[in-house]
C-alpha cells in the first residue's frame, strides 16, 4: 500500500472490520475470555491482544513511522513499563532534568528498590547527556518539548549519542504528538505517550502508549504482562475513535496556540512566554528543524504584581484543569499540580517558578481566549 496521508491513517488505520454487519466504525468487543483451541493468538485483556487493543496499536504505530506499539491503562504505566523492561539491577538511566513531574517522582521512588542508577543532566543539551553517561548507562530518556518549560532537546543528537555509546533512547512525544513530531525518523529507539493527552483529546480517557520497532515492543510486552498495565476495550474503542480526528484537532489547537502566544509574548502584564514557535525562544530554529508544528501547549509568567491563582480563579471560559490536551482550553500551575511532588528547591533549579501557568490551548475562537485572559487580569489588577 501507498504510503497515508495523516488524516487517512488517523480515520482507516487500526479499524477493526465489521464483518457481520459493515458498520462504519469498530466494533467492541467487551469479552474477557477467548477460544484457545485452534486459533493462531491466544487472546486476553491482559496480553494487550484483544481484537480493539491489537487494531488499536496499528493505527498508533503508523502515526509514529513504528513496526509495533502497545497500549497501556496510563501514560504512567507505558513509561513505567518501558523502563522496566530495558533496565536492571546494577544498570544506570541518564535521564533529561526538564521533565514531567510523575515521571521524575517514579524515577526518585521506584528506580532504586530495583537496584537501578540514575542521574538527571544538569542541562538538555547534547553535551549534558554525554557527560552523564557511565559504563553502565542502559538508557537515555528525553522530553521535548518538555513539560512545562518548552524546553528542546535536539533528537537528532540524542539518537546518534546513545547508538555511538550502544545506549537505548527513548522520549516522551506527548506534547508535540505524531501530528507535530516523528522521533523514530531521527532515530530515537522508542516513543511513549500519555493517550490521555492528545490521543483522546475529549479528556474523558486515561491511557499511554509505547511504540517501536517489533522487537522493543516484545520486550516491553514481556514485563507488561507482567504488571497488568492494560487498558479496558470500551476505552480502547473510545480512543481508537477519538484518534480519528486527532489530525484535525491538534492542527487546529497548533495553529490557536501560535496566535496565543504571540498575543501574550507582547502583553503588558506577562513577563515571560514559553513556546517553541516564537523566534525569541532559546531553541527556535531546533525545534523548527524536527517538528512540523510548534504544538498547541505553552507556559507563561504573569507579571509579579498580579496573583496567578487568583487569576485563573477569574476565567470564565478556560478552565483550571489537572491535564491537559482536550479540545477545550486549560490551564494549571505546574508548581501545585504536575510538578508539586518536587521540592521547591528542585523546581527553582529547573525554572518553575511560583507564577508561571502552564497554558493548553484548545479549538475556540482565539479572539473569544483572549477576551477571557484579559478580563481575568483586569480583575486581579
Excluded at 494487550?48 to 504505566?77: C, R, V
Excluded at 544538569?122 to 554525554?130: A, L
Excluded at 521547591?344 to 479549538?363: A, K, T
Aim: proline share 3%.
Amino acid at each position: 500500500m501507498k504510503k497515508l496521508g495523516l488524516n487517512t491513517i488517523c480515520t482507516h488505520v487500526g479499524e477493526v472490520k465489521d464483518e457481520q454487519f459493515k458498520g462504519a466504525v469498530s466494533p467492541m468487543y467487551l469479552s474477557s475470555s477467548y477460544e484457545f483451541l485452534d486459533v493462531d493468538v491466544k487472546r486476553y485483556p491482559r496480553y494487550f491482544n484483544t481484537p480493539n487493543q491489537e487494531f488499536l496499536s496499528k493505527k498508533i504505530a503508523a502515526l509514529e513511522h513504528a513496526e509495533d506499539a502497545i497500549i497501556f491503562g496510563s501514560g504512567m504505566a507505558a513509561i513505567s513499563t518501558m523502563f522496566l523492561a530495558f533496565l536492571q539491577k546494577g544498570d544506570h538511566l541518564v535521564v533529561q532534568n526538564t521533565l514531567y513531574g510523575g515521571t521524575v517522582n517514579f524515577i526518585k521512588e521506584e528506580l532504586p528498590k530495583y537496584g537501578i542508577e540514575f542521574t538527571f543532566t544538569n542541562g538538555y543539551k547534547v553535551e549534558d547527556f554525554e557527560n552523564a553517561i557511565q559504563s553502565n548507562t542502559k538508557l537515555i530518556h528525553i522530553e521535548t518539548p518538555s513539560n512545562p518549560l518548552m524546553t528542546i532537546t535536539d533528537i537528532k543528537a540524542i539518537a546518534e549519542l546513545g547508538k555511538s555509546r550502544n545506549v537505548h533512547t527513548s522520549i516522551d512525544n506527548t506534547f508535540a504528538s505524531p501530528v507535530n513530531q516523528n522521533p523514530l525518523d531521527f532515530g530515537i529507539d522508542m516513543v511513549m505517550h500519555s493517550a490521555t493527552k492528545y490521543f483522546g483529546g475529549h479528556s474523558d480517557i486515561c491511557a499511554g502508549a509505547v511504540a517501536s520497532t517489533s522487537e522493543h515492543i516484545e520486550r516491553i510486552w514481556n514485563v507488561g504482562k507482567n504488571l497488568g498495565g492494560s487498558l479496558s476495550d470500551m476505552t480502547v474503542w473510545m480512543l481508537e475513535r477519538s484518534m480519528k480526528t486527532l489530525g484535525l484537532r491538534v492542527k487546529a489547537q497548533t495553529k490557536n496556540a501560535m496566535k496565543l502566544a504571540k498575543w501574550l509574548n507582547k502583553h503588558p502584564k506577562v513577563s515571560k512566554v514559553y513556546y517553541p514557535g516564537l523566534k525569541s525562544h532559546p531553541e527556535y530554529k531546533l525545534a523548527k528543524s524536527q517538528m512540523k508544528g510548534f504544538g498547541a501547549m505553552l507556559s507563561f509568567e504573569l507579571t509579579d504584581d498580579l496573583d496567578s491563582y487568583n487569576f485563573q480563579k477569574h476565567l470564565k471560559l478556560i478552565k483550571s484543569s489537572m491535564s491537559l490536551a482536550g479540545i477545550e482550553s486549560t490551564v494549571i500551575s505546574p508548581h501545585l499540580t504536575s510538578h508539586a511532588l518536587l521540592t521547591q528547591e528542585e523546581r527553582d533549579n529547573v525554572g518553575i517558578s511560583d507564577q508561571l501557568i502552564r497554558f493548553s490551548v484548545g479549538i475556540e475562537s482565539t479572539k473569544d481566549i483572549k477576551e477571557d485572559i484579559e478580563q481575568a487580569i483586569q480583575k486581579v489588577i
